[in-house]
């Protein structure tokens, strides 16, 4: 079936440093991968859209400057936190859509927990 | 903006007893899915029901979808002490961009 990982799974930084989390999918392309975050006892919360070979769509109150996201490969995206806050702390989700799949089924990493101090 | 809503209450249930939980979304929608969630990981998908589709059942998971009230049921049968965890509906309004809006998710509890 299909695999996303995610690296790492926790972290721990300093306010004021930047951190990056690698999604990546393990048996399959995606040219569209999504970023979430999430907080404790909440729901998601859709952050940007990540798209191979062009820039991310973000949504609306996203800063763009904050939370930068390249999509390098077919296979991998990356979300770099930069200069964060503990308000930044929160658990950042990814999920991708195969480009071969014939029906709409994201697949979800399984997460990661950052926590700035 | 959160489109999808499920009714905010837990749920704790003895095992082998039924789950249903609810999800009301806003728009009109491509199809609507269901994901569970345990405890600090990631989300599983469960089953995925679309637009023109009135009932779908996979294993001991039943999707029911009414478009016309917006909403839409998840049944889990039998439930186990493994079904524990949070589960989430989320809408894909079709725009060609696969964008999913997530509801708050219902916290259901198997008691063995």
């Known amino acids: 079936g299909a695999v996303v990982s995610q690296h790492p799974s926790r972290v721990i930084c300093k306010s004021g440093t930047s951190v990056k989390i690698e999604c990546r999918s393990l048996?399959?392309?995606?040219?569209?991968m999504f970023w979430y975050r999430q907080f404790p006892k909440k729901s998601l919360m859709l952050m940007a859209t990540?798209?191979?070979?062009?820039?991310?769509?973000?949504e609306q109150g996203v800063e763009k400057d904050k939370f930068l996201i390249n999509h390098a490969s077919l296979t991998l995206s990356t979300l770099t936190v930069t200069s964060a806050h503990p308000e930044d702390s929160s658990f950042y989700i990814c999920?991708?859509?195969?480009?071969?799949?014939?029906?709409?089924?994201?697949?979800f990493g399984p997460g990661t927990r950052l926590t700035v101090l | 903006s959160q489109q999808g809503e499920e009714d905010p209450q837990a749920l704790s249930i003895q095992e082998g007893e039924n789950a249903t939980m609810n999800c009301s979304y806003k728009?009109?929608?491509?199809?609507l899915q269901w994901y569970r969630q345990n405890s600090g990981r990631g989300l599983v998908h469960l089953i995925l029901?679309?637009?023109?589709?009135r009932e779908k059942h996979s294993g001991r998971l039943r999707v029911t979808l009414d478009t016309s009230k917006k909403s839409s049921s998840l049944l889990i049968t039998a439930s186990r002490a493994a079904d524990t965890a949070s589960y989430f509906c989320?809408?894909?309004?079709?725009?060609?961009?696969?964008?999913?809006?997530f509801g708050k998710g219902n916290q259901v509890v198997v008691i063995p």
């Open positions: 999920s991708a859509r195969p480009d071969d799949s014939y029906t709409d089924t994201q697949y």
């Open positions: 048996d399959f392309q995606a040219t569209t």
């Open positions: 990540s798209n191979e070979g062009s820039k991310a769509t973000y």
């Open positions: 728009t009109s929608i491509n199809n």
């Open positions: 029901i679309r637009s023109n589709e």
């Open positions: 989320a809408t894909d309004e079709g725009k060609g961009n696969n964008r999913l809006a």
